[in-house]
């Protein structure tokens, strides 16, 4: 048994505190040291992770500090998003493994940056999208890959949630275009636009409009409406806002000519396939034919096992969280490639940016002329 992956947590505040509770729980990771420019802020979170019965992690204002030290394997960079390439590139620069929280930075450029210092690296690099790890994602994903939904011809992802003034006017950060990097789509919705591109794959053009309608003192949008085209032919329409009040749960369907599924707030609501529809029924009759048309939809319903609950890591945010730092530290004891990789982080804040673009313009955007700007 190897020693746990020591990890940094830069950045103390609302996700600093998930990803330094998870390290302490898992097994095989450990919080080596706390990094917050706001050293009062690093202190809170060692003090509370004292409380849970953690050990209690040194502090540093300094990144560099913290680099220099012989327990550091990883970083976890939990900063503002307009800072996350800074961070991110001196920790690959230092030779660490490195988990980032979504969105990968907000411009494309420092998502070339980040994705030029992991290359030279060699190390892990991750980027958050801990719903990927859901059991629902993972089955609707297995599904779509399996063939089992047919042909995959459209999706529907809605995040519409709400978020109060209180909420923008917490962090000086919050809702500017230089750190926040938009609003409802780029902050909020990101998770589910990458739930959409892994579910129907590279995605062509956008067309959207963006509005700012139940909110002050903020740059950026808080409803987003988009249709996003994919490579397949496959259509999706893309919903976020943080002004539906007092929040509804977030619903991603999929579609194709041979089933269809429905995720809501990360449960398998909805499935159906044709194929297993004949399974089942060739179990339950012999070999009986499946009409084309369904009728007993309810046959080939399936659900994700149970999940666990209780005990650290087991519910809502850090369940996430902590499935995807298994899988971090699998692909840093395997070699292994990571679940979520830089190119795929990339291509899910590719497709945010076209959103703003075509608000901006009026016009459909190529994703891939985003991308090509930022080799
Ligand atoms: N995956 C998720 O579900 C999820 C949820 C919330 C936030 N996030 C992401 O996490 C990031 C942080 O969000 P938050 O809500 O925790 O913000 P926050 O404002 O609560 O915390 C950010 C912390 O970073 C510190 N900081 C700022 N600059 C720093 C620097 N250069 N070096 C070290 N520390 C620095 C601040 O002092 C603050 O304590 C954002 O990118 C956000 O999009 C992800």
Redesign the pocket.
Do not use: F, R, Y
């Given at each position: 048994m190897s020693a746990p992956i020591g990890f940094a947590v830069?950045?103390?505040?609302?996700?600093?505190r998930v990803h330094a509770e998870v390290l302490a729980a898992l097994p095989d990771t450990a919080v080596a040291v706390l990094?917050?420019?706001?050293l009062a802020?690093a202190e809170k979170l060692a003090a509370h992770l004292g409380s849970a019965g953690f050990p209690v992690p040194p502090v540093t204002a300094s990144?560099a500090a913290a680099l220099a030290r012989g327990d550091v394997d990883a970083a976890a960079v939990?900063?503002?998003?307009g800072?996350?390439a800074d961070?991110s590139v001196a920790v690959l620069e230092s030779g660490r493994h490195l988990v980032v929280?979504?969105?990968i930075d907000v411009s494309l450029a420092a998502a070339a940056r980040i994705a030029r210092a992991a290359e030279e690296a060699g190390t892990v690099a991750s980027v958050?999208s801990?719903h990927r790890f859901d059991p629902a994602s993972v089955a609707v994903h297995e599904a779509v890959t399996a063939g089992r939904l047919g042909r995959v011809t459209s999706g529907v992802a809605t995040v519409p949630w709400w978020r109060s003034q209180e909420y923008y006017d917490s962090?000086a950060?919050r809702g500017t275009w230089e750190l926040d990097g938009g609003g409802a789509v780029m902050?909020q919705g990101v998770h589910t636009v990458d739930l959409l591109l892994w579910f129907l794959g590279r995605p062509v053009d956008v067309t959207a409009h963006t509005a700012l309608l139940a909110h002050e003192r903020i740059e950026v949008e808080d409803t987003v409406a988009a249709v996003v085209r994919f490579e397949s032919g496959a259509l999706a329409t893309l919903h976020a806002t943080t002004a539906a009040y007092p929040g509804l749960t977030v619903r991603i369907q999929v579609m194709g000519d041979r089933g269809s599924a429905v995720i809501d707030d990360d449960e398998l609501v909805w499935f159906h396939s044709r194929e297993l529809a004949r399974s089942v029924a060739a179990g339950d009759a012999g070999a009986g034919a499946v009409p084309d048309e369904p009728e007993d939809q309810s046959a080939a319903v399936l659900r994700p096992d149970e999940e666990p609950t209780g005990g650290p890591g087991t519910s809502g945010?850090f369940a996430g969280h902590r499935r995807q730092y298994e899988d971090v530290v699998a692909a840093i004891r395997t070699g292994a490639a990571p679940g979520v990789t830089v190119a795929d982080a990339t291509l899910a804040l590719a497709t945010v940016h076209a959103v703003y673009a075509s608000a901006r313009t009026g016009a459909t955007v190529t994703v891939a002329d985003l991308l090509d700007e930022h080799p």
């Open positions: 830069v950045g103390c505040g609302v996700i600093g990094v917050d420019t706001d802020a990144l939990c900063v503002p998003s800072l996350h961070v929280e979504k969105p958050i801990q962090g950060w902050n945010m």
